[in-house]
C-alpha cells in the first residue's frame, strides 16, 4: 500500500468486538461538533447495499464462502469511500471530518484466519489510509464480558477466534507502522470518559476549530 497516501480529516476506530469502538466513535463526534467542526460518523459494514448483505451473513442469517465475503467487505469499503454524493472521500474534500467505525484493518484482522493474511491484504493494499488510526486495546477476556450482553451473537464473537483476531490485528498495524498515518494505541480498560479524553488527545493535531 502507498504509505503516502493518506485521506486527511479522516479517523478510524478499531478493535476486538466489545472493545467499545462504537462508543467512543459517538464521544468523538460529540466533542467535535462541541468544537464547532463539521463531523460525520459512519461505519463498516455499511447501510448500504452490499453492507446490508455482509450484515446477514455475520449474523449467520445468510452464508457465503469465506473468500466471498473478503471481496464483498472490499466492494462495501469501495463504495464506502467512492460513492457520490456522501462518500468518504467527497466528504474530507469539503473539509468535514469523518470517523469510521472499523475500515481495512477489520478486514486484515478478522478474515485473515480463514482466507490468509496476502489474499486479504491484497485486496485493500490500493484503499487510502486514514490519517488517524486508533486501536482500542481491550483484552479478549473483557471483550467476552462484555459481549454477554449481545442477543444474539456474530460469526466471530467466540474467545478462541478473538485471541486469533488480536494477532492479525497486530499484524496489520505492523505493516502500516513506518506510514504517514497517525497510530494511536488507546487502552480500552479504562472508563468511558477516560478513553474518550485519551482519543480526544490523539487527534488533537486536526485542524479543529
Not at 485521506?7 to 478510524?12: A, D, G, K, N
Not at 468523538?28 to 455482509?54: M, N, Y
Not at 474530507?92 to 478486514?107: A, C, H, K, N
Not at 488517524?132 to 442477543?151: I, N, Y
Amino acid at each position: 500500500m502507498n504509505k503516502n497516501r493518506v485521506l486527511q480529516r479522516f479517523i478510524v476506530l478499531e478493535g476486538l468486538d466489545g472493545s467499545g469502538t462504537t462508543t467512543q466513535m459517538n464521544e468523538l463526534d460529540k466533542r467535535l461538533k462541541e468544537a464547532g467542526q463539521v463531523s460525520h460518523i459512519t461505519c463498516e459494514p455499511t447501510e448500504h447495499e452490499i453492507g446490508q448483505f455482509i450484515r446477514q451473513v455475520l449474523l449467520g442469517d445468510a452464508r457465503t464462502d469465506p473468500r466471498t465475503l473478503a471481496y464483498l467487505f472490499a466492494a462495501d469499503r469501495n463504495e464506502h469511500l467512492y460513492r457520490k454524493p456522501g462518500g468518504i472521500c467527497s466528504r474530507v474534500e469539503e473539509g468535514q471530518i469523518v470517523i469510521s467505525d472499523r475500515y481495512l484493518f477489520s478486514s486484515l484482522a478478522y478474515q485473515s484466519g480463514k482466507c490468509g493474511f496476502d489474499f486479504v491484504f491484497s485486496l485493500n493494499k490500493d484503499f487510502p489510509l486514514p490519517e488517524h488510526l486508533v486501536f482500542l486495546e481491550v483484552s479478549p477476556e473483557t471483550c467476552q464480558e462484555r459481549l454477554k450482553m449481545r442477543t444474539k451473537k456474530e460469526l466471530y464473537d467466540d474467545m478462541a477466534e478473538q485471541e486469533r483476531i488480536l494477532s492479525w490485528y497486530k499484524k496489520g498495524m505492523s505493516i502500516f507502522k513506518n506510514s504517514e498515518m497517525r497510530i494511536h494505541i488507546v487502552s480500552g480498560e479504562n472508563d468511558q470518559a477516560k478513553i474518550a479524553e485519551n482519543i480526544w488527545r490523539a487527534v488533537k493535531p486536526l485542524p479543529i476549530k
